[in-house]
């Protein structure tokens, strides 16, 4: 047994935050109310945003997203192949179809010139029934927005960012959240900041907002906690076919507190990948991250990428032999592509999107969290080290 344990993730979760959820226990309000409502306005106050939505997780959030700006059956939504399952599940909601198109190798992000090309190679009846593309912000490192915005928009396209990876992230100078159509956020457990499980949408647009809102509580026409306080009524009514998606004031009152920390999380984040940086860059066997000019990157992930042709051992190997040193690493992502659903139901073979599909091969994603001490990053690299160093080739 290894001396070590270095988890994946840990949240990390402070005595602000356990004071506000007592304060909410103790209120007699623990469903939506005026946490989750100071959890919106600040969020939208950080964002930079006209309007932040608060809902059960960023899975909603992308549906909610996608049916406000029309997907209906039979369309089509262009996103990555490179993401976890949520982003392109939420298109099947609709019963419409997710087209992947193929990534950058370096930031993993969608590549805006295949993302041209798709759309121009389409037949006029295909083309006409994309609705929407979902950038996805690879590892927390924003896509390149302007060529993809610029697409969009000449094919009269949506945009809707799946940034489950990015608090706070900024592209040439506009922070994540103030550039696309609608933009979704994630406070799952591991995500840069945390909820337990919870999303957000954000978006300028007031007729995206209003409906959304809408469609995350039942369809009602009015916020059912403003009913029932005093200057509510018993009166309301049922507008659309909505969803159950709003977020309770238990995790409002998480996300709060967690929110006033997200610089300082960003910081400690920038700090613990420069670290990995340092004590990685120059091995003939790795490569590090790829980071674009005129990014802030979210850092939610560290992901290095092994030179295969130079190593004995394959990715499993080297992760399984990091965790018998009690280090646990993880892959981000398995490209959606090569799951059975998608292969069963599209036909897809993994050469169909060839750059996430050599790339997967080499990605881990190693142990990285705000509460990581030095000494935690130092075991992690020479870790690393030490396994590629005994199966160097030659
Ligand atoms: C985590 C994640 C989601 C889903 O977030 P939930 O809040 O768990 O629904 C969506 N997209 C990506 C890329 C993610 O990593």
Not at 11 to 34: H, M, R
Not at 227 to 240: A, C, H, M, P, Q
Not at 267 to 294: C, F, I, K, W
Request: negative net charge.
């Amino acid at each position: 047994m290894p001396d070590r344990f270095i988890p994946f993730s840990l949240p990390l979760i402070g005595d602000e935050e356990i004071a506000e959820v007592v304060d909410t226990l103790k209120s007699g309000w623990l469903t939506t109310g005026p946490k989750t409502k100071q959890f919106e306005a600040d969020f939208a106050e950080y964002v930079g945003c006209r309007h932040a939505i608060a809902v059960n997780s960023c899975t909603s959030a992308l549906h909610l997203a996608l049916d406000a700006v029309g997907v209906g059956r039979d369309d089509m939504v262009i996103t990555t192949p490179m993401t976890f399952a949520a982003t392109a599940e939420v298109v099947r909601y609709f019963g419409a179809r997710p087209i992947f198109v193929d990534i950058d190798e370096g930031t993993m992000n969608i590549s805006p010139a295949l993302l041209e090309e798709t759309l121009a190679g389409m037949k006029d009846e295909d083309r006409k029934r994309v609705k929407a593309i979902v950038p996805v912000h690879m590892a927390g490192q924003p896509c390149d927005m302007d060529p993809i915005m610029d697409t969009a928009r000449r094919y009269g396209v949506k945009v809707v960012e799946d940034a489950a990876h990015t608090l706070p992230a900024r592209y040439k100078g506009r922070t994540v959240g103030t550039i696309a159509d609608i933009t979704a956020f994630s406070f799952y457990a591991t995500k840069c900041i945390t909820t337990g499980e919870g999303g957000m949408v954000a978006t300028d647009d007031d007729g995206y907002a209003e409906k959304m809102r809408i469609m995350s509580l039942h369809g009602i026409s009015k916020d059912a906690w403003k009913r029932y306080t005093k200057e509510g009524s018993w009166y309301y009514e049922v507008i659309r076919p909505g969803y159950k998606y709003n977020m309770p004031d238990i995790a409002g009152a998480i996300g709060l507190q967690q929110l006033k920390k997200a610089d300082a999380f960003h910081g400690m984040r920038t700090r613990h990948a420069g670290m990995y940086n340092e004590a990685l860059g120059g091995h003939p066997a790795v490569e590090l991250p790829v980071v674009s000019q005129d990014v802030v990157h979210s850092w939610h992930l560290y992901i290095m990428k092994l030179r295969l042709d130079r190593l004995n051992i394959d990715r499993a190997a080297f992760i399984e032999e990091l965790r018998e040193m009690g280090v646990f690493a993880s892959v981000h992502f398995i490209p959606l592509h090569i799951h059975p659903y998608y292969r069963e139901t599209y036909g897809y073979k993994p050469q169909d999107y060839p750059v996430a599909a050599a790339v997967y091969e080499r990605i881990v994603s190693l142990p990285f969290y705000p509460r990581m001490s030095d000494d935690d990053l130092q075991y992690v690299t020479d870790c690393v080290r030490g396994i590629l160093d005994r199966n160097l080739k030659g």
